[in-house]
C-alpha cells in the first residue's frame, strides 16, 4: 500500500518570506514517481513537478525548489520569497504500481498556503 | 484544443436520484481518473481506467459506477445520490507512457450537493 503525508493542514505567511510544505511518503516499492500539484481559490489543479525514485537531484524553478531525499521518504517543497498568488493548497502525489501493473496515484490531504500581503 | 472537461459544473439533487457525470478529454489519453475532494481529505479516487473498456476500483468506490465506452470519455454515475455524496468530483486523465507516469491533466470539477 501507498501512503502520502502532508502533516502541515494550514500555512500562514507574510509576503516575502519562505515557506518550506513537507511530504513524506510510503511506498515498498523501487520504482516510483512523485508530484506536487497546485490548486489556487478558482480551483483547477495544476501540474508543478514530478520526480521518480532514481533522481535524487534536488530542483528549483525560479522561487519554487524541490527537496527529495530517499533516506527519509520526504519530498519537501520549498517556496523562496513568497507571493500572494503563491496562495493555494499543494497536494503531493505517490505514483507507485498498484495490481495489474499500472502506476496509480495517491495524494496527500494538502496544505493550505496562505500569504498575507 | 479545450483538454479536459467535465459537464456539469454544478447540480443539485435529492436523496435517491441519479445523475450521470461526464469526462471528455482530447488528447487522446489511455489513462481516465475520477475523484472526489472533500474538506480536510484531499483527493481521493473513486475509479479509474487504463484503457477504452476497461475499469478498476480505486479508494472510495461504493455507491458509484463508472463507464468507458470510448476513449475520449469516461463516465461517473450515482444510482441512488446520498447526502455522503456531497463533494467536488474532478476527472483526470494521463498518457499511457510508462503505464501511466506522467502527470495528470485535471478538468475543472463538478460541485455536486445531496440534500
Known amino acids: 500500500a501507498q501512503k502520502v503525508t502532508q502533516a502541515q493542514t494550514e500555512i500562514s505567511v507574510v509576503e516575502k518570506e519562505d515557506v518550506t510544505l513537507d511530504c513524506v511518503y510510503e511506498?515498498?516499492?523501487?520504482?516510483?514517481?512523485l508530484f506536487w500539484y497546485k490548486q489556487p481559490p478558482s480551483g483547477e489543479l495544476v501540474f508543478l513537478i514530478r520526480r521518480n525514485s532514481f533522481d535524487e537531484q534536488n530542483e528549483i524553478s525560479g522561487r519554487y525548489s524541490w527537496n527529495f531525499q530517499k533516506s527519509t521518504s520526504s519530498f519537501n517543497f520549498t517556496i523562496t520569497a513568497s507571493q500572494v498568488v503563491d496562495s493555494a493548497v499543494y497536494f503531493c502525489?505517490?505514483?507507485?504500481?498498484?495490481?495489474?501493473?499500472?502506476?496509480?496515484?495517491?495524494f496527500g490531504r494538502g496544505t493550505s498556503l496562505i500569504v498575507h500581503p | 484544443n479545450a483538454g479536459v472537461t467535465q459537464t456539469p459544473k454544478f447540480r443539485v439533487l435529492k436523496t435517491g436520484q441519479s445523475m450521470t457525470l461526464l469526462c471528455a478529454q482530447d488528447m487522446n489519453h489511455e489513462y481516465m481518473y475520477w475523484y472526489r475532494q472533500d474538506p480536510g481529505m484531499g483527493l481521493r479516487l473513486i475509479h479509474y481506467s487504463v484503457g477504452e473498456g476497461t475499469t478498476a476500483k480505486g479508494e472510495v468506490p461504493d455507491g458509484y459506477n463508472v463507464s468507458r465506452l470510448k476513449k475520449q470519455n469516461f463516465l461517473l454515475g450515482l444510482e441512488s445520490a446520498a447526502p455522503s455524496q456531497t463533494s467536488v468530483y474532478f476527472c483526470?486523465?494521463?498518457?499511457?507512457?510508462?503505464?501511466?507516469?506522467?502527470?495528470?491533466?485535471f478538468g475543472p470539477g463538478t460541485r455536486l450537493t445531496v440534500l
Open positions: 483526470a486523465s494521463s498518457y499511457d507512457w510508462d503505464r501511466g507516469r506522467l502527470q495528470q491533466f
Open positions: 511506498t515498498r516499492d523501487t520504482t516510483y514517481y
Open positions: 502525489a505517490l505514483s507507485a504500481v498498484v495490481s495489474g501493473g499500472s502506476y496509480i496515484p495517491t
